[in-house]
Nanobody
Framework: QGQLVESGGGLVQPGGSLRLSCAAS????????MSWFRQAPGKEREGVSC????????YYAESVKGRFTISKDGAKNTLYLQMNSLKPEDTAVYYC??????????????????WGQGTQVTVSA
């Protein structure tokens, strides 16, 4: 339990799309919270999106609302982040994070016990 492996990052042009995946060890449905964070060079890690394990409610940073969609597949034990209409300011290392307890606030890195190694997303022409 607790191992997370991200994939799906890469180089994409502005306006393009990418789908990130986060493969979890064990039963993904056991996690209370699963989230995506990102960290750009010289900046703090910030919360991008969260999906609640209790009711499936989803939460997004204002900067990605309407463009990004978080989802999970219990059968595949995988968390996803579909990213559309990408902008250069979305360039960052993206991390998935999880915890067996409620993460409140979901945007706080201190609320998560488990982290993946990150995947680079670069949006550039």
């Amino acid at each position: 339990q607790g191992q997370l492996v991200e994939s799906g990052g890469g180089l994409v042009q502005p306006g393009g799309s990418l789908r990130l995946s986060c493969a979890a060890s064990g039963n993904i449905l056991d996690y209370y919270s699963m989230s995506w964070f990102r960290q750009a060079p010289g900046k703090e890690r910030e919360g991008v999106s969260c999906i609640s394990g209790s009711d499936g409610a989803t939460y997004y940073a204002e900067s990605v609302k309407g463009r990004f969609t978080i989802s999970k597949d219990g059968a595949k034990n995988t968390l996803y982040l579909q990213m559309n209409s990408l902008k250069p300011e979305d360039t960052a290392v993206y991390y998935c994070a999880s915890d067996f307890f409620e993460s409140d606030p979901w945007t706080s890195t201190d609320e998560y016990a488990y982290w993946g190694q990150g995947t680079q997303v670069t949006v550039s022409a």
